[in-house]
């Protein structure tokens, strides 16, 4: 696999990540790595409940879309006002 399609397969799933959810989502690690990719994703919810599922509902949808992805849980910073 080639630079270039792993760059299309990592939009194609920031694109379907991203789709029907307000979140901001970007490639933030692993750049130049053909089979491995950091991606961080950001979000401000009005129920802390949804922010604190969220990661793991992505995760779901990775291991859906992916064939055979190796994912980790995701970190996660909570901030409550």
């Known amino acids: 696999m080639s630079?270039?399609?792993?760059?299309?397969?990592?939009k194609s799933l920031k694109d379907r990540i991203a789709h029907g959810h307000n979140v901001s989502i970007a490639e933030v690690g692993a750049l130049d790595e053909h089979r491995r990719s950091i991606i961080g994703i950001a979000m401000?919810?009005?129920?802390?409940?949804?922010?604190?599922?969220f990661p793991y509902?992505?995760?779901?949808?990775?291991?859906?879309?992916?064939?055979?992805?190796?994912h980790a849980v995701p970190r996660r910073r909570i901030d409550a006002g």
């Open 57 to 70: 509902k992505v995760q779901a949808r990775v291991a859906r879309i992916l064939p055979s992805p190796r």
């Open 3 to 10: 630079l270039k399609d792993k760059r299309r397969v990592v």
């Open 44 to 53: 401000v919810a009005n129920e802390r409940g949804y922010v604190e599922v």
